[in-house]
């Protein structure tokens, strides 16, 4: 099982980014798609996530900012992130969950500047 996440990188604040997620190994369809998040210092936490079925939750910190979405067609989860603030600076995962069972991804470092 591989999941390969990309896109991250320097961006000033109020800037934009997308990062990409390609998923192999698994059944794409069947598994909810998150991503987390790790400050320097802080805990992972969970950023967006969204369902088999398409439905999406966001932290608070992020909703109407960042946008999670699927193409099964790709096997690729995208967080489309707007409007960044430098607390959003963080190594980026995704995730793939089903059953009792999850994956993670190698991680992609988001910085914002000021």
């Known amino acids: 099982v591989q999941l390969q996440a990309s896109g991250g990188g320097l961006v000033q604040a109020g800037g934009s980014l997308r990062l990409s997620c390609v998923v192999s190994g698994i059944v794409f369809g069947n598994h909810a798609m998150n991503w987390y998040r790790q400050a320097p210092g802080k805990q992972r936490e969970l950023v967006a996530s969204i369902t088999t079925g398409g439905s999406t939750k966001y932290r608070d910190s992020v909703k109407g900012r960042f ?18 603030k430098t607390e959003d600076t963080a190594v ?5 969950k089903r ?16």
């Open 92 to 96: 980026y995962y995704c995730n793939a």
């Open 67 to 84: 946008t999670i979405s699927r193409d099964k067609a790709r096997n690729t989860v995208y967080l489309q992130m707007n409007s960044l």
């Open 99 to 114: 059953e009792g069972f999850e994956y993670w991804g190698q991680g992609t470092l988001v910085t914002v500047s000021s």
